[in-house]
C-alpha cells in the first residue's frame, strides 16, 4: 500500500518516524507531552483510569476542549467518574472559561485544569482531581515503560492530513491513592493505566467501529484492539497488541498480529453484532501467546444518540448516525506454548466495543 491512497493505515515506514520527529522502539517524555493547539479543529486529552483492590474504579480525563467537541473553542476540562464495588457511580465535570487555551508542557506530561493536574516525574506520574468537593489524589508508579503502536499515528486518505494518534505513555502501574468526598477519607491501592490521544478527524467519519481490550494476567500485561475504518477508508483492519512483563515490552510485529471473532449474535440493546470470543495471537522468541476475550455480561450497553437532546438526536438519524458502545465484563485467557507445552492462565477482564457506524453485521478488508 502506498502513503498517498484512500485508505487507512497505521503509520510505520522510516519517512513517517521522521516527519513526526520520533523514534522506533524508543518513545521519549516529550511525547506526552501537548501534540496539538488545543483550538478548533483538534482535539486531545490524557485519560487514566484506577482500578482498586476494593473493587472501586476511578477515571480521572483531561480534555484540551469540552470533551470531543473538535469544531468547538479551547475549553480546558477535566472530567472523574469514580464506580464504587456495590455498582453506585459518581461523576462530575469542571471546565474553565471557553477560547482559554490550556496549561500544559510541551516536554513533558504536565497538564493542569482549574484544581487538577497530571504529571509526569521521574518516570513515574502524580495525579490530582480536586473539583466539586471531590479530592483524589494518586502516585502512579510505573511497572512498564512509555510504548507506542510504531509511530502512534493512523493516518487516512490521501497526503497524511488526517490523523489519530494514540500513546499508552503507562501502560501498567501501581497506585496509592487518597478519595476525599465530604470530609470522608478513604486510602486505596491498586493497578493502573494512562494514556494520551489526539488528532484533528472526528474519529466517526474515519472509524466504522473497535474492539478495545487490557488485561493484567499472571505478571503479564495485555494491550489489544481491532480497529477498523470507515467505508470510505474500505473498512480495514488494523490490529494493535502489546505483551509486557517484568518491566519489559516485547518487540513483536504488529504485522503478523491474527485476530479471530467467534460466537457472534446480535445485542439485544445495540441491534448490532457482538463477538462473545475475541482472540489474539502473537508469536515471539518461538513463544506463542494466545489472548482470549470471553464475553459474560455487558456492564454498560447504551445507544450513545439517547445522550443527546431530542432535537440533535433527531438530527443524527436522519443524517444515518447510531453511536453504539459497549462495555464488557468476562474472562481474559491466556495460552503460552513453547515446546508443544501450554500454560494456561485466566483472569476476570474488561473490554470494550465502540460502534460509530450505522451498518448491523461487521465488515472487515
Known amino acids: 500500500m502506498t502513503e498517498s491512497q484512500n485508505d487507512s493505515m497505521l503509520a510505520l515506514s522510516d519517512k513517517l ?32 483510569d484506577t482500578e482498586f483492590e476494593d473493587g ?16 468547538g473553542p479551547s475549553r480546558p476540562t477535566v472530567s472523574i467518574d469514580i464506580t464504587y464495588p456495590n455498582g453506585t457511580k459518581l461523576s462530575k465535570t469542571a471546565s474553565e472559561e471557553k477560547n482559554k487555551l490550556i496549561d500544559a508542557s510541551k516536554e513533558k506530561c504536565d497538564v493542569k485544569v482549574k484544581h487538577s493536574y497530571l504529571k509526569y516525574i521521574n518516570g513515574d506520574y502524580e495525579l490530582l482531581y480536586n473539583e466539586d468537593g471531590i479530592e483524589f489524589k494518586a502516585k502512579m508508579t ?69 474492539y478495545w481490550c487490557r488485561a493484567n494476567i499472571g505478571g503479564y500485561t495485555i494491550i489489544a484492539s481491532d480497529i477498523i475504518s470507515e467505508k470510505k477508508y474500505g473498512y480495514k483492519r488494523t490490529p494493535i497488541f502489546m505483551l509486557g512483563k517484568d518491566g519489559r515490552i516485547f518487540d513483536l510485529d504488529l504485522t ?42 455487558d456492564i454498560v450497553a447504551v445507544h450513545m444518540l439517547d445522550m443527546l437532546p431530542k432535537f440533535k438526536k433527531a438530527i443524527a438519524k436522519l443524517l444515518g448516525l447510531n453511536p453504539t458502545y459497549l462495555r464488557i465484563l468476562g474472562t481474559v485467557r491466556l495460552t503460552i506454548t513453547k515446546n508443544g507445552k501450554e500454560e494456561i492462565l485466566e483472569h476476570e477482564g474488561l473490554w470494550e466495543q465502540m460502534f460509530f457506524g450505522n451498518n448491523k453485521h461487521a465488515i472487515i478488508n
Open 56 to 71: 472501586t474504579t476511578i477515571v480521572v480525563v483531561f480534555y484540551t476542549k469540552f470533551g470531543f467537541d473538535i469544531q
Open 17 to 48: 518516524y521522521n516527519n513526526l520527529g520520533i523514534k522506533k522502539n524508543n518513545v521519549e517524555t516529550w511525547e506526552d507531552g501537548i501534540r496539538t493547539t488545543g483550538k478548533k479543529g483538534t482535539y486531545e486529552w490524557w485519560y487514566t
Open 142 to 210: 510505573s511497572r512498564l515503560p512509555m510504548w507506542r503502536p510504531e509511530t502512534g499515528h493512523m493516518y487516512f486518505g490521501k497526503k497524511n492530513k488526517d490523523y489519530f494518534a494514540w500513546l499508552p505513555a503507562q501502560p501498567s502501574c501501581t497506585i496509592k491513592g487518597e478519595l476525599k468526598i465530604d470530609g470522608q477519607v478513604k486510602n486505596l491501592s491498586g493497578i493502573g493505566y494512562h494514556d494520551h490521544n489526539w488528532g484533528n478527524i472526528p474519529m466517526n467519519k474515519v472509524m466504522n467501529h473497535w
Open 256 to 297: 503478523k498480529t491474527v485476530i479471530m471473532r467467534d460466537d457472534t449474535k446480535e445485542h439485544e440493546v445495540t441491534g448490532k453484532f457482538i463477538d462473545n470470543h475475541l482472540t489474539f495471537v502473537q508469536h515471539y522468541e518461538g513463544v506463542e501467546y494466545k489472548i482470549e476475550f470471553i464475553r459474560e455480561k
